[in-house]
């Protein structure tokens, strides 16, 4: 029986002999409300490859893609390989943390027993299946709930700030959706680069970003930023929908412009196409415009780890879930509550 034929099995799958079980968020379909997708059931526990890793999940994190992957949109993303017509993976899940349960024979970075966190797929669950090149050691100083925050949203915000901004010490930095997921590491990340950082937010998340060390806070709601009145050598826009016209005003004329995702509601471009235009203006104007499409490694987390040891950054979290309620959690996130990050524990 293969692992497809588990997931989806609607047979208790504590009547399947021989096969370990556990509790999982399933979902067999794409759809945009959680509560409609998303159940808790007890399925087949996954096997491992010669080169797989078996994860004791311990906590896991909600971020903005994890809608995405849920809904299966833009329908690119599809193609992409996240499943054509209904998911491949169990669950939207991807960030985790935990305990390294059991490694295939070809495993040689991780033994059993080691703490670790990083991304993989269907991490709503209590085991999980990860690969040896996107997973690390678990910062030692922090917990499952805080480590489960970072990967994914960590590993984007320090690409666009370290690979795509180039940011150095010095430099004026502006950060659009500094509370979300991905901007609360940006801002700290920003900081650590020695940048002069300001954050943009509604009112109500205004003092999460002061606390993450932005030496300016925009109040969306009372001052646009992008009016040109300031200019800044790099902006970081995480998830906006201004035009590319207003985030080239507020540049400098040989600023960096970095714009990660979109969220316009369409089906087939889904926000991104801003970061098409921008790519495609970028070599005919001073600025460098560009977006982002972050990659998931080992490296990348080593970095964070380091940053996150030595007390550089730290997870915001926002409020944290029991598995079982992970539709919620995905709907106060969508819903825009969420200041920082939401996890969910196990």
Known sequence: MTRATLRRSTEPAH????????????????GSAPEDVLRLAEVARPSIGDDGILVRVRAASVDRGTWHVMAGLPYPMRLAGFGLRRPKALNPGRSVAGTVESVGKDVTAFKPGDEVYGAAEGVFAEYAVAEAKRLALKPANLSFEQA???????MTALQAVRDQAKVEAGQKVLIIGASGGVGTFAVQIAKAYGAEVTGVSSTAKVDLVRALGADHVVDYSQEDPSDGEHRYDAILDMGGNRRLSQLRRALTPGGRLVIVGGENGGRWIGGFDRGIRAQLLSPFVGQKLGSLMASENSEDLMVLRDLLEAGTITSAID???????????????IDGHARGKVVITV
Do not use: C, F, N
């Open 148 to 154: 489960a925050a970072v990967p994914i949203s960590g």
């Open 319 to 333: 409020r944290t879930y029991p598995l079982a309620d992970v539709p919620a959690a995905i709907r106060h996130l």
């Open 15 to 30: 009547d399947i002999p021989g096969v370990g079980t556990m509790k999982a968020i399933v979902q067999d379909e794409y």
